[in-house]
C-alpha cells in the first residue's frame, strides 16, 4: 500500500546537538512538506519542495535545513540554531497542481524534545 | 497577509449538533479543507470545498461562501469519539495548505 513514512516516532535531542527527522513515500508525489505544530495549535510550514533538487522556505525556516535529493524523500534536519525545537513534526505529500480534492497525505509524526 | 480564525474550544453534548466556524483571508484560493486530530497522531481528511455551497458526507457536512472567506464543518449526532482537534485549512494559489490554529472539540455524555 501506498503510504508516507516517518521516522522515528519519538526523538530526544540534546541542547546544542543537530538531528535529522527521515520523511519517506512511495505515493509518487511531486510536492512534500515539513510542518511544525506546538501544543494547542494548528500547523506551521518549515519547508516545501515541489519538485527534487528544489525547496523553499515556509513561514519557520530559521534553525532547519531540508534535501530533496530523491522525489520519494525529504528529511528535515532540526539544527542547533533552533533555540526551542521541541514539537511535533508532521510530513505531508501532495501531487503536483493547485487543483482538484487532492489534499496532502500526512506522515504520523515525529515528537522531538530537547532534554 | 495570510489570515485563517477559527475558535480555540468548544464542548458539546453526546447526540448533538455542532458548528465550528472558519474565516479566511488569504492570497488566492484553490480550496478549503477540513482535518480532524485526535491528539498524537497525524490529520486526517474530513472535507474539500471549492465552490459555494454545501458538501455533505454522513454525519460530517462542510460548507463554503468564498465572497464572505467563511467556512463551516456541521457535525450531527455527536458521538464521543468525535472528541478532537478540527483544522481548517486553505490551498493557497501555490498548492500549499495554510492551517487555522484548530478547534478543539470535546464531547461530553
Known amino acids: 500500500d501506498g503510504g508516507i513514512t516517518q521516522s522515528p516516532k519519538y526523538l530526544f535531542r540534546k541542547e546544542g546537538q543537530n538531528v535529522t527527522l527521515s520523511c519517506e513515500q512511495n505515493l509518487n508525489h511531486d510536492a512534500m512538506y515539513w510542518y511544525r505544530q506546538d501544543p494547542g495549535q494548528g500547523l506551521r510550514l518549515i519547508y516545501y519542495?515541489?519538485?527534487?533538487?528544489?525547496?523553499q522556505k515556509g513561514d519557520i525556516a530559521e534553525g532547519y535545513s531540508v534535501s530533496r535529493e530523491k522525489k520519494e524523500s525529504f528529511p528535515l534536519t532540526v539544527t542547533s540554531a533552533q533555540k526551542n525545537p521541541t514539537a511535533f513534526y508532521l510530513c505531508?505529500?501532495?501531487?503536483?497542481?493547485?487543483?482538484?480534492?487532492?489534499?496532502?497525505?500526512f506522515g504520523s509524526g515525529t515528537r522531538l524534545t530537547v532534554v | 497577509g495570510q489570515n485563517i480564525d477559527q475558535p480555540t474550544e468548544m464542548t458539546a453534548t453526546e447526540g448533538a449538533i455542532v458548528q465550528i466556524n472558519c474565516t479566511y483571508q488569504t492570497s488566492g484560493f484553490n480550496g478549503l479543507f477540513w482535518y480532524q486530530q485526535h491528539a498524537g497522531e497525524a490529520p486526517t481528511f474530513l472535507s474539500y470545498n471549492v465552490l459555494d455551497g454545501l458538501e455533505e458526507k454522513g454525519r460530517f457536512s462542510s460548507f463554503l461562501s468564498r465572497s464572505k472567506g467563511y467556512s463551516y464543518l456541521l457535525l450531527k449526532e455527536l458521538q464521543m469519539k468525535d472528541s478532537a482537534s478540527y483544522l481548517c485549512?486553505?490551498?493557497?494559489?501555490?498548492?500549499?495548505?495554510?492551517f487555522g490554529q484548530g478547534t478543539e472539540l470535546s464531547v461530553k455524555p
Open positions: 519542495s515541489q519538485i527534487v533538487n528544489d525547496f
Open positions: 505531508a505529500s501532495s501531487p503536483t497542481g493547485t487543483g482538484g480534492a487532492g489534499g496532502y497525505t
Open positions: 485549512a486553505v490551498r493557497d494559489s501555490g498548492g500549499k495548505l495554510i
